[in-house]
């Protein structure tokens, strides 16, 4: 047994789960420690934790992302096992079917949560985690203003990502907030998921579309649309986007917006990993028209 899956079993049991007796590595996450485990009945969990964890509240508030997407917005999500300082234990999902019949259902499920949970207010009742950092979540009734300062401007303060942006950098990201009612259109708020890239698209049983690691608000939809779409979906994922744009009445220009919104991600990127994986370049290029020439 590694020192990882040591680690989730030791706290499965301080947790009271004692008929767990060993415990498999799971991939996938970049910011927590998981594996997946069998209670002494057969049934099957998944158990995620981290070494030290950002937070008392940092499971608390996933199991309620995954909970009030499941029932407000009609979205399957595993079912919490268990939520505690040290430790989230989940039902098992499956892999999603690489097929463009699921991606299809997926878009109707996305388009579904979007239309039937909008809010006159952007933000969230608490702060939540994105990874290993706070999401802000201050309510605001503006939403460019909620975007710019708890979106991108939060991320301003981190320690890798003053490393990786230049004052011209930070500049420009300042000037592209002050415009943001220039660039973006008027959106409503409406629950969003929050880290809707790709690995956390997954099936049920059953095969239905299924959603995981939730950094939930009531923000823009395209908050979610441009973090599957900026990450290399699958080929098969294509009809996903024609098909939300089509039952959410999206313009046209969609497309355009997506490095705009996706800012925000690659900035919490930036702060939390390090390679970054491009993202840093990614924001450059994003700010390349909003650097001031002299």
């Known amino acids: 047994m590694t020192d990882t899956t040591s680690l989730l079993l030791e706290r499965l049991h301080a947790a ?43 499971f608390a508030a996933e199991a309620e992302g995954l909970t009030v997407l499941r029932e407000a917005g009609g979205v399957a999500t595993p079912e919490v096992v268990l939520a505690g300082r040290d430790l989230l234990v989940l039902s098992v999902l499956r892999p999603r079917p690489g097929t463009r019949a699921f991606w299809e259902r997926f878009a109707h499920t996305l388009a579904r949560l979007h239309t039937t949970t909008r809010h006159p207010r952007f933000g969230w009742h608490r702060d939540n985690w994105l990874g290993r950092r706070r999401q802000v979540n201050t309510w605001d009734d503006d939403g460019f203003e909620f975007f710019a300062r708890h979106r991108l401007l939060r991320w301003l303060g981190e320690p890798r990502v003053r490393q990786a942006l230049d004052g011209a950098d930070r500049a420009a990201l300042e000037r592209l907030c002050a415009r943001l009612p220039e660039l973006l259109p008027v959106r409503p708020a409406c629950l969003t998921h929050g880290d809707l890239w790709a690995q956390n698209v997954m099936a049920t049983p059953d095969g239905r579309p299924a959603l995981i690691d939730p950094a939930v608000s009531y923000t823009w ?74």
């Open 16 to 58: 009271g789960l004692t008929d767990v007796a060993a415990v498999e590595p799971a991939t996938g996450g970049l910011a927590a420690t998981a594996g997946l485990a069998r209670r002494g009945d057969g049934t099957p969990v998944f158990v995620k934790a981290f070494g030290e964890p950002p937070s008392d509240d940092v």
């Open 221 to 294: 939809a395209e908050v979610d649309l441009a973090h599957i779409w900026t990450t290399a979906p699958p080929p098969e994922a294509q009809v996903f986007f024609e098909l939300y744009a089509e039952l959410t009445g999206l313009d046209r220009d969609w497309r355009d917006r997506m490095p705009i919104i996706q800012l925000r991600q690659h900035l919490a990127v930036i702060a939390q990993f390090d390679p970054d994986w491009g993202a840093a370049d990614l924001v450059r290029a994003t700010l390349a028209p909003f650097r001031r020439r002299l």
